[in-house]
Structure formats: C-alpha cells, structure tokens
C-alpha cells in the first residue's frame, strides 16, 4: 500500500464503501474511513509505542487507564504513574489523523 501510493499507483478498482462511501482507484479512502478496522489498528500501534517509549526511559505507565474520564465520557490513552510536574501524573492521548482526509 505504501509503495502504491507513494508512486501514484491504482491500487483497487473503485467502488463504494459497504458503508456508502465513494472508493478511488488509489485506495485514499481506507485511511478516512471512520468505520475502516485498520484506523482503530494504527491507533492501538501508536499507543502501544508511546507507553513503549516511557518504559523504556524507565517511567512506568499504564494504558487505557479507568477512572479518569471526562464530562463527555472520553478518558486518556495512557498516563504515567510517577509524578511528572507539580505532583501531578502525565496523560497521553493518541489521534489518528489522515492527510488525504477532506
């Protein structure tokens, strides 16, 4: 996918989305799509290597935490279990964004 797009290649025949969507012969939509699985699967990737990241540098973490939402329900994708500024913990949140996106 990445080399097909990188030189401009067709790399499906376009149809529409199961979700009723338009798909290009380039494949762009896959990456916009909100009901794509493979958006959720990047985002998971991504979170996975900031916690990663902090473990590494010897800061444990802890993914998906419970308890810290907010008024809309959303809660962080991670947050550190030392304090980092002011006693205060440090949050993460991962978002997966696409260039192609209109």
């Known amino acids: 996918m990445a080399v097909g797009l990188r030189l401009g290649l067709d790399l499906c025949a376009p149809h529409e989305c199961c979700y009723g969507s338009t798909v290009d012969a380039r494949g762009f939509h896959s990456f916009v799509c909100k009901k794509a699985p493979?958006?959720?699967?990047?985002?998971?990737?991504?979170?996975?290597?900031?916690?990663?990241?902090?473990?590494?540098?010897?800061?444990?973490?802890?993914?998906?935490?419970?308890?810290?939402?907010?008024?809309?329900?959303?809660?962080?994708d991670g947050l550190s279990l030392v304090p980092w500024q002011n006693g205060k913990a440090l949050c993460w949140d991962v978002t997966v964004i696409c260039p192609l996106a209109d």
Do not use: Y
């Open 38 to 76: 493979g958006k959720t699967i990047r985002h998971h990737s991504l979170n996975d290597l900031v916690a990663r990241s902090f473990s590494a540098a010897g800061v444990p973490v802890v993914k998906e935490p419970t308890g810290l939402s907010r008024s809309d329900g959303k809660r962080p």
